[in-house]
């Protein structure tokens, strides 16, 4: 046997260090060996504090391991304290034993490797006796079957992971490879740790994403809780998920995961209608305490659907949701208006247009609930669709035999056709201010009028026979064009405020419509929150979604919840990155979106829906009653007292709307008439005007601050 390297390299140490302990003290005191030595010695000493204090075995070993720099390092002090090389050479005699001591004792080397001295040669090769198969002390034998035996020999194989063994294995039906396997904690009442699906699948040689961990249930006769778990081994299943998955497997991994469309969310079924063209996917949200959250460009990426917004859709109900994917955008479709469609029944109601899914969309002609008239509320830019909504809802209203007036700022072919099947219809800005003052004061003359059963007057009743007077339903197109009018204006916003407010009650409704939802275009909050709660908004195309958000504001539980109505309809055909690389010019097959409307129901969910079509290029009588309704003999005779019932479209008469000039011509600043002589401007003085003459409203405070800028 020879001396091991490496007791022969710390011989040689001690045999070089040994000099430099002698030398270095004596002729080089203030030398940075010095300092190393002594720092190495330092650290020898803490090695012993730590050693003597720990509670494990071998602190003797330790101690002994450290004692060579401790040693060195008292060598090194006491040739620096003595004279010379001390007495009798001592300084050399210390040195000489340091390296004698370190030379038999080797403690860094002989003690640190703890009888594990390497041999100089390895022995000759012996033929190794032949192994004893014995019965494997992990698990005894307890009649298992075959799966389980050799399931237990991999489990063993990995070192019985996190301490468990291996109870039975269950192949899964159907399938060659897929198994679960039942575990339980090796010392009992201690629970499974450290268990991953990582370790069950190098244990049997599969992709982690393969091994599902479950809890397992107490059942009678087997126990269950933390010391027992269950792992599913599924490798061939998912390779057919991965490949071929079923629609719910899709939905699970793509849309219902964490990072998909509808996070939480569990598909019910999936469905097909061929003759509409559309597939449905009814959804649910696994927690029926979570909201839907649904990101429809994810959805439609996870079930592999074209990204467009004019062919999926989505319907959310409580935790409940559908996804509606049609082949071609279902809104384009037209849906001609009817009689039977737009006759309403005994609660008012009456078909006004279809949503994506098919489902009829009903309007009310009067509010059965509230057993009074209906308001209207129209929004939506140019050329949305408007006067066509106006045809089916003025059809439906004279169909249940109730007066139509329609006013308008300027004259166009629609409202002239409209204006052969109601009672009046008219084009300019004082059109509209007579029709509205008229309305006001039919308010004062119906709460009079006797009601023939006891004599008395009432309030509206709709569907009441006794009631001796029709609904009157007021239209104003373009109303915030006409609001803002330098001459009727005024009057136009005043009298509509006090309209939306007092009419329903005598059976008037009014029902404007424009271009704009704001205060500052001739809405006032008073107006909007009277139109809003007494009609089922309509929201044709507002340019923006931002405008649709605003003029749905205050009817819906969530604004934000309103459906995004775009310019156009059209489809994504090809890719957009070959067309762009070819030079090629995008597909041009966009279809309008006129008659697509945003309606606010009654519980403030909104549906998107196309309004039924009333052509205008061919004759509207078939949609409207054969008779026009008028209004009552009493009632006309009432107005003509009143100076109110003429033919409206006649110049301004002398002190209809403003006191006239003096008879010398000097008004005084009387005459507010801006194309009068006198000059008056839109918010002239108001020395003649008794409806300005008293601010009691914070409403004509503005308008009296607004009135200076005209002064």
């Given at each position: 046997m020879t001396t091991p390297r490496s007791v022969a390299l710390e011989r040689l140490a001690y045999t070089l260090v040994a000099p430099v302990l002698a030398v270095a003290p004596n002729i080089y005191p203030d030398h940075p060996v010095n300092q190393v030595v002594q720092l190495a010695g330092a650290a020898g000493i803490g090695g012993w504090f730590l050693a003597a204090k720990s509670e494990e075995t071998g602190a003797g070993r330790k101690i002994l391991r450290w004692s060579p720099l401790v040693l060195a390092a008292a060598v090194d002090v006491a040739a620096k304290t003595t004279t010379g090389w001390g007495p009798y050479w001592m300084d050399a005699l210390l040195a000489a034993g340091w390296a004698a001591a370190g030379y038999l004792v080797m403690p860094f080397s002989r003690h640190a490797r703890r009888r594990h001295r390497p041999a100089v040669a390895a022995p000759a090769p012996q033929p190794a006796p032949a192994e004893v198969l014995e019965e494997s002390v992990a698990q005894p034998d307890d009649g298992a079957d075959l799966l389980t035996r050799d399931a237990r020999v991999l489990w063993e194989q990995a070192g019985m992971p996190a301490r468990t063994h291996l109870v039975k294995a269950t192949r899964l039906p159907g399938m060659r490879n897929d198994m679960t396997i039942l575990l339980r904690a090796s010392e009992p009442g201690r629970p499974i740790t450290g268990l991953t699906e990582a370790v069950v699948a190098a244990a049997f040689g599969v992709h982690s994403s393969d091994v599902v961990l479950a809890d397992v249930a107490i059942q009678p006769g087997r126990q269950g809780g933390p010391g027992w778990l269950e792992a599913r081994i599924t490798p061939d299943a998912n390779l057919r998920r991965r490949t071929k998955p079923t629609p719910q497997e899709r939905w699970t991994d793509k849309v219902g995961s964490p990072k998909g469309g509808a996070p939480g969310s569990e598909l019910i079924h999936k469905s097909r209608d061929e003759v509409r063209g559309v597939t449905f996917y009814r959804a649910k949200m696994a927690d029926a305490t979570e909201t839907p959250r649904i990101d429809l460009a994810k959805v439609c990426r996870g079930l592999s659907l074209p990204e467009d917004d004019s062919c999926v859709f989505v319907l959310i109900d409580g935790t409940e949701f559908l996804i509606s994917a049609f082949d071609k955008p279902p809104l384009s479709a037209i849906f001609p208006a009817t009689r039977e469609l737009l006759t309403p029944d005994a609660k008012g109601m009456y078909v006004c247009g279809f949503t994506i899914t098919g489902q009829p969309v009903k309007s009310m002609v009067f509010q059965h609930d509230k057993n009074a008239a209906a308001h209207g509320l129209i929004l939506g830019v140019s050329r949305s669709g408007k006067t066509q909504f106006f045809a089916i809802n003025m059809a439906a209203q004279s169909l249940d035999g109730q007066v139509v007036w329609l006013s308008t700022v300027r004259k166009d072919e629609k409202t002239t056709v409209l204006g052969k099947y109601i009672d009046r219809q008219g084009s300019n800005a004082l059109w509209m201010a007579r029709s509205l003052r008229a309305s006001k004061a039919l308010c004062e003359i119906r709460a009079e009028m006797p009601w023939p059963h006891d004599g008395q007057p009432h309030d509206y009743k709709p569907g009441d026979s006794r009631c001796p007077f029709r609904q009157l339903n007021v239209y104003a197109d373009e109303f915030m064009t006409a609001a803002q009018d330098g001459d009727f204006g005024e009057f136009i916003q005043t009298d509509g405020d006090?309209?939306?407010?007092?009419?329903?009650?005598?059976?008037?409704?009014?029902?404007?419509?424009g271009q704009s939802p704001f205060a500052h275009n001739g809405f006032s909050t008073e107006m909007k929150d009277n139109l809003r709660q007494n009609s089922r908004p309509t929201i044709f195309n507002m340019g923006s979604?931002?405008?649709?958000?605003?003029?749905?504001?205050?009817?819906?539980?969530?604004?934000?919840?309103?459906?995004?109505?775009?310019?156009?309809?059209?489809?994504?055909?090809?890719?957009?990155?070959?067309?762009?690389?070819?030079?090629?010019?995008?597909?041009?097959?966009?279809?309008?979106?006129?008659?697509?409307?945003?309606?606010?129901?009654?519980?403030?969910?909104?549906?998107?829906?196309?309004?039924?079509?009333?052509?205008?290029?061919?004759?509207?009588?078939t949609l409207f009653p054969d008779d026009v309704n008028h209004l009552t003999d009493h009632e006309i005779s009432e107005l003509e007292k009143r100076g109110l019932w003429f033919d409206w479209n006649e110049p301004v008469r002398p002190g209809e709307f403003w006191p006239e000039p003096d008879e010398d011509g000097d008004d005084g600043g009387g005459s507010r008439r801006r194309g009068g002589k006198g000059g008056g401007g839109k918010r002239g003085t108001k020395s003649g005007s008794s409806r300005e003459s008293q601010v009691t409203s914070p409403r004509q405070a503005l308008e009296a601050i607004k009135s200076l800028n005209n002064v």
């Open positions: 006090d309209l939306t407010v007092t009419g329903l009650k005598y059976g008037i409704g009014f029902n404007p419509a979604p931002g405008a649709t958000r605003k003029a749905a504001e205050g009817t819906m539980e969530n604004a934000y919840d309103v459906p995004t109505i775009p310019a156009r309809y059209s489809r994504n055909e090809g890719s957009a990155i070959e067309r762009a690389m070819k030079g090629e010019a995008d597909p041009e097959n966009g279809v309008s979106t006129g008659g697509v409307a945003v309606m606010v129901l009654d519980n403030g969910r909104a549906v998107l829906m196309r309004s039924l079509y009333a052509d205008f290029d061919t004759d509207l009588s």
